[in-house]
């Protein structure tokens, strides 16, 4: 008699979404059960959101509700996890308890809207609702100064600031405004994107010239004063502004940062880069957002497409023993659309991975110009397909 195995996935976003269609493409509805559960009940392709705001994308353009789960055989639930008894394999939510025999955790980060004072003159474009929220702040700034900026060393995609300033050079002038509009990034880097090394950073530094889009780096955030538009850094400096752009402070869900025995020493989930689980467990995986802080990497869907691959791989394993594991690939792509160009760029991770205080990874720019612009639009439609099952929806 065959007994059903149940495989629980936490988690509907990249990492999350990826790794489920993977197991089902893979397995039979007879032989395993596979459960995802998300509390917002979507899947959005998160890199569109700048475009949300900038009025060239709208929701439905960039996301699918999680009920088309149930088209491939795998049940959607929407409920919040509240926390997960590992010992008794249970994971625990607002709905109800739902019990597994592999766990796979992609719960992303938690984007604390509520540290950020709300007004009219601040905004971001790190959640849908705020993305759309920022688009009106956008449409209505005729005249004034932006600052793109962040408030935490991590955030979600390490480049967008900059890609946003580039997007906004091209939507005010587009509305033939760009004249008394300013643009300034403001960040803790010393340079722009200079984490990633001077390949990297020496052309953005030319576009942001180009484009004039000033930058004052080496700026790391303190406070913000919504009464006298001001952001303050540590070390005191002051940067005005008429509407600020700035990625509120990203934390651990608190399913994960109550349950001791999956948090790393760096406050995250817990994993391993080869095996991606916890040290306490052996059948329970994680990949994303979640775990780059633990693993010394940036937040980007490109990590978490590729560990969905690995952990795909060790979840089949475990279920029959004939998958063989499949080496994580620790590259991260980048397809930018930048308004009026675009650019790919790779860093390979594998150094950084292994010895964090080597200072940036290897990277390298496969191309740049108008055409380059297509390539995230053509990774958005894959993405949307392959979570739910096909190429494109
Ligand atoms: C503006 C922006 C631009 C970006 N641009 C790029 C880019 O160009 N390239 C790139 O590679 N990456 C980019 N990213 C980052 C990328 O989107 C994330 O790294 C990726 O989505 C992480 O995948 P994940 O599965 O870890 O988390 P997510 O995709 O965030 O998914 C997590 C899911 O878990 C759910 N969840 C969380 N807690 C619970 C709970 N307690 N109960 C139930 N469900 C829960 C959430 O609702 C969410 O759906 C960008 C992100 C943003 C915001």
């Not at 491939?72 to 929407?78: A, C, D, S």
């Not at 700034?141 to 050079?169: A, F, N, R």
């Not at 403001?186 to 484009?211: L, N, Q, R």
């Amino acid at each position: 008699m065959i007994v059903m195995k149940k495989v629980v996935v936490v988690g509907a976003g990249a990492g999350g979404g990826l790794v489920t269609s993977k197991l089902r493409a893979k397995t039979s509805r007879e032989e395993v059960e596979i459960t995802v559960i998300d509390s917002t009940g979507r899947t959005d392709f998160q890199p569109s959101y700048p475009m949300v705001s900038i009025g060239l994308k709208r929701p439905s353009e960039i996301g699918v509700s999680f009920d088309n789960f149930s088209k491939t055989g795998i049940k959607p639930v929407k409920a919040k996890v509240t926390s997960i008894n590992a010992d008794e394999r249970i994971v625990k939510t607002d709905t109800g308890d739902i019990p597994y025999d592999e766990l796979i955790l992609s719960p992303g980060a938690k984007i604390e809207n509520e540290k950020l004072p709300n007004s009219e003159s601040i905004g971001h474009f790190w959640d849908m609702e705020h993305s759309l929220d920022l688009r009106k702040k956008l449409i209505n700034l005729k005249e004034g100064k932006i600052v793109i900026g962040v408030t935490s060393m991590i955030y979600k995609c390490p480049p967008v600031p900059w890609e946003m300033g580039m997007l906004l050079d091209n939507m005010y002038r587009n509305l033939g405004i760009r004249n008394r509009i300013e643009i300034k990034v403001v960040h803790w880097a010393p340079k722009p994107m200079s984490m990633f090394g001077p390949v990297i950073s020496d052309p953005v530094t030319k576009w942001m010239e180009e484009s004039n889009i000033e930058g004052n780096y080496g700026f790391e955030f303190s406070s913000i004063d919504p009464e006298k538009k001001k952001i303050i850094s540590k070390k005191g400096d002051e940067e005005n502004y008429d509407l600020a752009i700035l990625a509120p402070p990203h934390s651990v869900p608190d399913f994960v940062k109550n349950s001791e025995n999956l948090l790393s020493q760096r406050g995250w989930l817990d994993a391993n880069a080869n095996t991606f689980r916890p040290k306490k467990y052996d059948d329970i995986y994680g990949l994303g957002d979640a775990i780059a802080p633990t693993l010394g990497l940036g937040m980007a869907g490109v990590f978490a497409h590729f560990q969905a691959d690995t952990v795909a791989s060790l979840v089949l394993n475990d279920l029959d023993g004939i998958y063989p594991p499949f080496a994580y690939n620790k590259v991260g792509l980048c397809a930018s659309d930048m308004g009026s160009t675009g650019w790919i760029s790779y860093c390979d991770f594998s150094g950084k991975i292994k010895d964090n205080s080597v200072p940036f990874p290897d990277c390298g720019v496969l191309g740049s110009g108008p055409l380059f612009k297509l390539a995230h639009s053509i990774y958005e439609k894959y993405f949307l397909g392959a979570v739910y099952g096909g190429w494109i929806r």
